[in-house]
């Protein structure tokens, strides 16, 4: 029989430094769930990761106090910015003033890496989506 599931936790956690301080330990914390087997696993999940690499996780609660997690890619932002080697998007994006740009060939590879957990099904969709997160974020996109 199968394990009764009692909840999801989605966190976003730093590559390879998952520790229980907050907001992993309250987190798994008051679901009874071990924090330390948590932590571990993760860490060893994502050690060929570059390590501090924002990455969501969602978390599977069961009944019997154990867990599973799938980890997903890092955020579109964090691959944008670092296509445009920013610290940070724009304060005010779409009032003038482009912080960055980053060219088509680049959302292309983004794209390939992100597809699996994109909600698109060609990877010209997703270009189209990470150039509107782009522009959201006050860079510009360039041809090449």
């Known amino acids: 029989m199968a394990k009764k599931i009692v909840g999801y936790i989605k966190l976003q956690i730093p590559a390879a430094k998952a520790n229980p301080s907050p907001p992993v330990g309250p987190a798994l914390g008051q679901r009874g769930l071990n924090i330390m087997q948590f932590v571990k696993e993760f860490n060893a999940a994502t050690q060929g990761m570059e390590p501090g690499t924002p990455t969501p996780v969602?978390?599977?609660?069961?009944?019997?106090?154990?867990?599973?997690?799938?980890?997903?890619?890092?955020?579109?932002?964090?691959f944008l910015?670092?296509?445009?080697?920013?610290?940070?998007?724009?304060?005010?994006?779409?009032?003038?003033?482009?912080?960055?740009?980053?060219t088509k060939s680049q959302l292309a590879e983004i794209a390939k890496v992100k597809m699996k957990d994109m909600n698109?099904?060609?990877?010209?969709?997703?270009?189209?989506?990470?150039?509107?997160s782009a522009r959201a974020m006050g860079m510009s996109v360039v041809e090449g």
């Open 58 to 78: 969602v978390i599977t609660a069961y009944s019997d106090r154990t867990f599973s997690f799938i980890t997903k890619t890092p955020p579109n932002t964090y």
């Open 81 to 102: 910015l670092k296509a445009a080697k920013l610290e940070k998007g724009s304060q005010t994006p779409g009032k003038g003033g482009v912080v960055g740009r980053v």
């Open 120 to 132: 698109c099904d060609t990877e010209e969709a997703a270009v189209r989506m990470l150039a509107g």
